[in-house]
């Protein structure tokens, strides 16, 4: 558990491996900012997956060459920006708080330019429109990120507005009435879809 639990990726840390009847091992705080001490109690607990904060992560793969035991390391948080092949497995995750944590998830293969941020996950939509005219773009072409699916906040508490705003419905494609919720939640970062129906993040739209 590296996370503190006000920060929304803890519930990525809890409930997966509770369901799944694992254990879970608490980090002190010496330990949160230290990777090779990080990895020795890794080693120490036997842990086969962890998560780690993106700029960490980086660090972490830089200074840990080999993790006996670890067997995926999951990161998020930020724009993953070097990767670094290492005897555990990196998995790049995307997502929001508006919708429940993570997005989009996947195996890092590259190791420089724009690293994929992987493809949804189940019960989420992703949808790459048009800025101006809120229409799909195609293949490779940037794009608004926007994410409708099972896991979409109903909007901002006491935030009318704001809800009103980055809270939309989306009526254009037919497909899209086959969700229970038809809000689609516009997340204001840059993307597009690859040829392998990976998405690349490429940074966010307004600053």
């Not at 705080?29 to 607990?45: I, K, Q, S, V």
């Not at 038809?182 to 879809?193: E, I, M, N, S, V």
């Amino acid at each position: 558990q590296y996370s503190g639990f006000c920060f929304d990726a803890s519930v990525l840390e809890t409930f997966p491996f509770f369901i799944k009847g694992a254990s879970i091992h608490m980090i002190d705080e010496e330990t949160r900012l230290d990777p090779e001490r990080l990895a020795r109690f890794y080693m120490r607990h036997r842990i086969g997956i962890g998560f780690l904060p993106t700029r960490f992560c980086e660090q972490f793969m830089e200074k840990v060459e080999d993790c006996p035991g670890l067997r995926a390391l999951l990161t998020g948080g930020d724009k993953l920006g070097r990767y670094i092949k290492r005897s555990y497995r990196v998995y790049n995750n995307y997502g929001p708080t508006e919708n429940t944590v993570v997005a989009t998830a996947g195996p890092v293969e590259e190791s420089g330019g724009d690293i994929s941020i992987g493809k949804p996950i189940d019960n989420v939509r992703v949808y790459i429109l048009n800025v101006q005219s809120m229409r799909l773009q195609p293949l490779g072409v940037p794009g608004e990120w926007c994410i409708s699916g099972e896991s979409l906040a109903r909007g901002y508490m006491n935030r009318p507005e704001l809800t009103v705003e980055k809270f939309i419905f989306y009526r254009s494609n037919r497909s899209y009435r086959s969700y229970n919720s038809k809000k689609l939640y516009r997340t204001g970062d840059l993307a597009q879809w690859q040829p392998d129906g990976n998405i690349r993040y490429l940074g966010r739209i307004d600053t």
